[in-house]
């Protein structure tokens, strides 16, 4: 059986089936978003940059948000043979990746973006079950179709798969 490894850009998403894997490479203050239904082995991946849609006049890539990214996800997974119902959620990223001597909100993308995931999980009805964010270093993640294991490998923090 041969195996696909799907890379999935910034900005961008993909879904797919077992036995193939999809991959992001550089998570920083980008989160990648997870979501996979093991009774029909669907699996989905989303690189999101920034929180909201609402707060960019220039949105027409969906998958460049949380809010609309995960909603894309979604749809694309049911259309693949996902059912909402069995879905849920593993997150990674949401780095602090340079250090700020300021206060403002909007220079925090990565605790933003992370704030933001959640928010628009748990609107969704949709379990978050595992997640690896924060910090200060960036991620590169490994989601299994075959059982919804996600792998992070990290520099200088290790490997781990949640």
Sequence with gaps: MNIETIKVGMADLNVTKSPNNLTTLGLGSCVGI????KI????GLAHIMLPSSKEIKN???KAKFADTGIEELIRQMIVLGANKSNLVAKIAGGSQMFNFNSSN???RIGDRNVVA???KLKELNIRIISEDTGGNFGRTIVLDSSDGSLHVRTIGHGEKTI
């Design 34 to 37: 997870t979501l996979y239904d």
């Design 117 to 119: 995931t959640k928010s």
């Design 105 to 107: 909100d909007m220079l």
């Design 40 to 43: 029909n082995k669907v699996a």
């Design 59 to 61: 949105n027409d890539n």
